[in-house]
């Protein structure tokens, strides 16, 4: 028998729904002038979105992907646009200018994403209820995880304050001269230096959740790892896209009681995307900015601006991918190809492709008017440069299988599996936003860090020594 969705989680929707209905009638009584074409695919893009807030954000899901992918569609494929062609009809925030076909197609491939995404999400989801009373049996039956020994966090921790003591100079070096960024800065960086982070996690989940009683040494392993994480992971050494899915994870992760609600879960995402991560913007785009310069004004009117900056581009972008297959023809996987080959060299692979979002950004550079090459590329652009619409669909469908993924990956019993699906939930707004190219160097890079620091917690020293010991002292039987 089906439960009955709890009164906060209608609630919250409710309100959600009501916004994006209120901003889509906003939208249409200030540009219903520009053509029907374009009314009606705004109304698509709204309908879809409504479609999948109802159906493809579920409150039992054990991760918090599909709240991420639903925010992402919100804020940069509904709301950021439609802010953006109100306040500047005839050109978009990448420098492209406005045809109201072109702007048509663009929603209509948004519109396609998101109900491709919930129809692929709704059939996998089913598949995993109709699995998960095996999984629950098997994990019922199964022995706990073992805790870390004392041996093991140590080792882990050593290992942590060493590499943050070599890498982290070399890492505010490169910072405080600008030095451009090289394949060996990014391994230092989202892998080395992601170590201290990858451990805390993995500590945390584990010490909240298995019910020991928290000893003064665990407390002070937490405390030091979190200051190694405050010195690698901050608003100076690191862009909002590496910050956000860390310190939110951590949140998650630390106090499950406080977040275990999925209303309180989305306004935990929602505030950080919508309010903390414009507001931080500036220390990671000014250096130099002291803490106790900022003023409230300042924060207000970065928050105000963000939305009218380059940060939101990617539905302007998706519509520039329109344009060029449009006027050349879709790539046949040739973006796809150099994204899951990220890490060959370009040395040996000659015809190797750009970053898709490097990519758009010199085809606005040779048609219109911009000025640098750091743009997203969203999967729908993606998609749509390599295969067209069928491209679309399919990468919808490969974001459902990921969203499912990681919820099955958040009801394992291992330390490490909980941690690491809420961080790669989270993370999922940076594959979503592009490029994809970047976003899977970045992930494995992680995915690497979160392995090796469970392989180092998980090391048993000292066991064999006191199982040993403890043989040793029974007295034998002598003939």
Known sequence: MRKKAPTHFLGVKVLLALFIVLMELIFINSLASAGMEFVFSSAAVTVALLIQLRFAVRPTAASPADMVVFIFNWLFLDL??????????????????????????TNLMCALFMVAFTLFYGLLSKRAEVARPARQARAASASPPQEFTAGAVGLALIVCVCV???????????????????????????????????????????????????????????????????VTENPYTEKRNALGPLYIAMLLVAFPGLFSTWARRMWLLVGGMVL??????????????????????QVSDRIVDHYFSINYDSWANIYTAVEIVGAHGVQWGHQVLGSLLFFV???????????TGIFLANYLIANYSMWFTNLSAPLVAEGYLDFGLVGVILYAGVAAYIVTLLNRLALHRKWLSFPMAVYGAVF????????????????????????????????????????ARRVGAQPTMVA
């Open 276 to 297: 903390i991560f414009p507001a931080i913007t500036i220390f990671t785009h000014n250096h130099q900015q002291a803490v106790g310069d900022v003023s409230l004004t």
């Open 80 to 105: 950021a646009p439609k802010v953006q062609l109100i306040s500047m009809p005839q050109h978009l925030i990448n420098t492209s200018t406005v045809a109201v076909d072109r702007v048509a197609l």
């Open 164 to 230: 943050v003591g070599i890498a982290a100079p070399s890492a505010y070096h490169s910072i405080e001269n600008a030095v451009a960024a090289s394949p060996t800065s990014l391994i230092m960086k989202r892998c080395l230096l992601f170590l201290p982070s990858a451990t805390l996690l993995i500590l945390l989940n584990e010490t909240v959740r298995s019910g020991r009683k928290l000893l003064f040494s665990r407390v002070c392993v937490l405390l030091l790892l979190f200051m190694l994480v405050l």
């Open 428 to 467: 999922l707004m940076i594959v979503l936003r592009g490029s994809l190219m970047i976003a899977l160097g970045f992930a494995c890079a992680a995915t690497l860090a979160f392995g090796v620091a469970s392989a180092m917690l998980s090391v048993k020293l000292g066991v064999r020594h006191r199982v």
């Open 345 to 355: 060299p370009s040395a040996i692979w000659s015809t190797k492709p750009l970053a």
